[in-house]
């Protein structure tokens, strides 16, 4: 929340928001801000350009593995070629479920005490 807060005001115009300005928009929604985190959060991020500190961020996510299933890139075509797959491989399943329904629906139209 107080990161979330920060990127706000840097939105709203700020280059270096204060500790103010954070309390302003957490209080906005309701939070109560501490002093401690806060703090921590602007000494952190202070004087840093944020597009450069979300950069690095996600150079580092591309490291983290979630379990196999998800590669994040920061490559423009690299996801490409998987996400070209998965589309396929739904429709595939979609054609095969049809088929299935169409067979079951063979009998349909017929009484049972025709």
């Known amino acids: 929340r107080y990161v979330a807060s920060y990127l706000l005001a840097t939105l709203g115009g700020s280059s270096s928001p204060s500790a103010k300005d954070i309390k302003k928009i957490l209080d906005s929604v ?36 979630a379990g ?7 490559a423009p075509g690299s996801a490409a070629p998987a996400a070209g797959s998965a589309p396929a491989a739904a429709e595939e399943k979609k054609e095969e479920k049809k088929e299935e329904l169409e067979e079951s629906d063979d009998d349909m139209g017929f009484s049972l005490f025709d």
Do not use: W
């Open 68 to 74: 196999g299933a998800v590669v994040i890139s920061t």
């Open 30 to 65: 309701g939070i109560e801000a501490d002093d401690n985190r806060l703090n921590k959060v602007i000494s952190e991020l202070n004087g840093k350009n944020i597009e450069d500190v979300i950069a690095q961020g996600i150079g580092k996510l591309a490291s983290v593995t």
